[in-house]
């Protein structure tokens, strides 16, 4: 079998995050590439959403199964670090995607390194809304959630605590 790119693709929007098992990992941005290196195997270019993300040995896998049950027997998952994943690769959809999960979805774009400077010194002026009922009063619990991508946050209406997606 010779499958296109646009196929492997089509395949790869069924594999979950791990960690948030609404989103697909074409929603996080997490694929970079897809290439044909010969005519026998498909080479994976993947990106962590940090250093050492806990995730990416099971999304490597579970890529590879996916392939496999498409008839591709020999799947190569090459990891790359440059350029850093950002929150800017997510799709909309995704972000769509978190809110509905009850994930505030990240608020900026990182952009260029000095609007990522001017983010990081001045997001923490700006909270998230509630993804469970839309309210701008929400307040910073801690700046670590369920993972170390996420801060936790409480609205101050309907009382119940959040994850809030940081941008990075």
Not at 3 to 8: A, G, K, L, W
Not at 47 to 52: D, L
Request: charged share 25%.
């Amino acid at each position: 079998m010779n499958p296109t790119q646009s196929q492997i693709y089509t395949w790869l929007e069924a594999v979950s995050d791990p960690e948030i098992p609404v989103l697909s990992i074409l929603d996080m941005g997490i694929v970079r590439d897809v290439r044909f290196p010969d005519d026998t195997s498909v080479e994976v270019v993947i990106t962590p959403t940090y250093s050492g993300c806990p995730a990416m040995d099971a999304i490597a896998m579970d890529i590879k199964l996916k392939l496999a049950e498409h008839g591709i027997s020999k799947t190569i998952i090459t990891y790359t670090l440059d350029p850093a994943w950002t929150t800017d690769w997510m799709t909309e959809e995704g972000k769509k995607k978190l809110k509905a999960y009850g994930i505030a979805p990240p608020m900026h774009k990182v952009g260029t390194n000095s609007n990522r400077l001017k983010k990081m010194l001045f997001e923490e002026d700006t909270a998230p809304e509630c993804p469970r009922c839309g309210s701008a009063h929400t307040k910073l619990l801690s700046q670590f959630g369920s993972t170390a991508c996420k801060a936790l946050y409480q609205c101050e209406d309907c009382k119940e605590p959040f994850d809030y997606f940081k941008c990075h």
